[in-house]
């Protein structure tokens, strides 16, 4: 297959999944906006599912490198600086986040390669935590919490934000509220250094530093 035609199809099936849904879009308007002809698209993804899980093997490279250069470094304000491009990356992608249950549930395969993903990202923000406990921005009483719920916790904010604005009435489109509702995950956990660290950080409207396009 020519990755030129291949990514032609993604990204035209992308475009068409944000503006109106995975199961609104029909194959003949994805070859449509990609230039060709339904059969020799489907030469190339016979199945619509097989589109969505290319679309998805594109946002799964782009997260795993995000969660792996936070830990490189995991200063507060490289954690403010993966916030602002994860929230890039799910606007970029804003249609798997809005309908994650019911795309997993349209293909098997999305759905095993999605919840093993899942667990590697908590283990990574469960890395994350730990760095920060130890150099004293972060703590927890035992007993209280741990490093595993609140990863999870963490990943639960980030990766529902936009679909219960929608479902609030609120705006989606905002990355201050965003940041905020991330942040204020971790806060309760702030020692004083954390805090200190943390009025440091400066917030930077405007361009959103990756996922654009």
Not at 106 to 132: D, G, P, T, Y
Not at 178 to 185: I, K, M
Request: include cysteine; charged fraction near 25%; aromatic fraction near 12%.
């Amino acid at each position: 297959m020519s990755r030129n035609t291949k990514q032609r199809i993604l990204d035209a099936a992308l475009q068409l999944f944000n503006e109106e849904g995975y199961v609104n879009v029909r194959l003949a308007q994805i070859a449509e906006l990609a230039d060709m002809s339904v059969g020799n698209m489907a030469y190339h993804f016979p199945h619509k599912e097989q589109i969505l899980e290319g679309i998805y093997d594109e946002l799964l490279v782009e997260q795993r490198r995000l969660l792996a250069e936070i830990n490189l470094a995991p200063l507060f304000e490289n954690f403010d600086y993966f916030l602002r491009a994860t929230y890039g990356l799910q606007k970029k992608y804003i249609f798997f986040y809005l309908d994650t249950l019911e795309l997993i549930r349209a293909s098997a395969e999305l759905k095993k390669v999605h919840q093993e993903h899942v667990q590697w990202q908590r283990m990574q923000l469960e890395l994350l935590l730990q760095f920060n406990r130890a150099r004293g921005v972060l703590d927890w009483k035992a007993g209280s919490e741990n490093p595993p719920q609140l990863a999870r916790h963490l990943r639960h904010v980030m990766d529902s934000w936009h679909s219960l604005q929608l479902i609030e009435g609120e705006d989606a489109d905002d990355f201050n509220g965003y940041r905020s509702c991330c942040w204020s995950a971790l806060q309760p956990y702030f020692t004083d250094m954390g805090w200190k660290e943390y009025g440091q950080l400066a917030v930077k409207p405007g361009k959103i530093v990756s996922g654009e396009g």
